[in-house]
């Protein structure tokens, strides 16, 4: 795979370095490295004596960030999931970014097992060490189960039926592909809801494999500790189980005076930038500012 896989347009990127309010000298924390499009922007708002720590559970967005930003001397790469930033940092920072989800990079190797337009094993881990894959989870979860994680991580509406039809499939043989998956899906549910249910159960899978919504919550309910006054928290998020859990945090650290909120709404792209990145479309920023 070539490095220009790595070199999607961040989403919002103007306004969540903007909110971010970053300073010269200060320290800012990307949560979500990527391929490092954020971590540029925030660098070069720095200056040389600033410093940002670059978060990825993914080895090989950290390699490929490491490249792009070869010419910056004060960036620190770290392999961790951003879960553990209390135990990461040894000081207080500035500022926190995440655009949560599966990067674009992850989506156009199909060798990750994360897209529905190309077929590839079923693996979906975004850190490679993680012992379960969507194989697993696949061929071998009860139907119950399966059920349980299509309709909690992906409310998906055709979840018992989707989960029936994949447990008759694989008693003739392993479902080992994203596109036996895919088919599999498309065959039980009505014709209107194919795409949608496809990404749903997708969705739930990576979800449920990389522990994304416990991740986020214990970060977000860390980041006042984290922060030093004044610093802020940029989260940008794509589907309504993240944004829900993000808004919810974020109002009851104002309720308890320890933040202020920078967005009453969520932000959204432009439809330039949805044109030119249609998974733009459904992100949604929040920033809050610690008191």
């Not at 080992?176 to 209107?192: H, R, S, V, Y």
Request: glycine share 8%; hydrophobic share 40%; net charge positive.
């Amino acid at each position: 795979m070539s490095d220009n896989a790595y070199h999607h347009i961040p989403v919002l990127l103007k306004e969540s370095i903007d909110l971010l309010n970053v300073k010269e000298g200060g320290t800012y924390v990307d949560c979500t490295l990527g391929g490092g499009g954020h971590a540029e922007a925030i660098l070069k708002g720095l200056g040389v004596r600033g410093q940002v720590l670059g978060i990825d559970t993914d080895l090989e967005a950290i390699e490929a960030a490491k490249k792009r930003l070869a010419a910056h001397k004060n960036i620190k790469f770290v392999h961790d999931n951003f879960k553990n930033l209390k135990k990461i940092l040894t000081e207080k920072v500035d500022g926190i970014l995440l655009d949560l989800g599966v990067s674009s990079y992850q989506i156009d190797q199909a060798s990750r097992g994360f897209s529905i337009r190309e077929d590839g094993p079923l693996d979906m881990r975004m850190d490679q060490s993680l012992a379960l894959t969507a194989e697993t989870i696949i061929n071998q979860f009860g139907q119950e189960e399966l059920v349980k994680i299509f309709s909690e991580y992906g409310e998906e509406r055709f979840s018992k039926r989707i989960a029936k039809a994949i447990v008759v499939g694989r008693a003739t043989s392993n479902i080992k592909t994203t596109f036996q998956l895919k088919e599999i899906i498309e065959k039980a549910i009505p014709t209107w809801k194919k795409r949608e249910s496809v990404s749903r159960i997708f969705q739930s899978l990576r979800i449920f494999i990389n522990q994304e919504l416990d991740s986020l919550k214990t970060l977000l309910n860390d980041a006042v500790d984290c922060l030093n006054p004044g610093g802020r928290i940029v989260v940008i998020s794509y589907h309504s189980l993240e944004d829900r859990i993000v808004k919810q945090t974020f109002r009851a650290a104002k309720a308890d005076g320890k933040m202020n909120l920078l967005t009453k709404k969520p932000l959204r792209a432009t439809e330039d930038e949805i044109s030119s990145n249609p998974r733009a479309k459904s992100a949604k920023l929040r920033a809050g500012e610690i008191i």
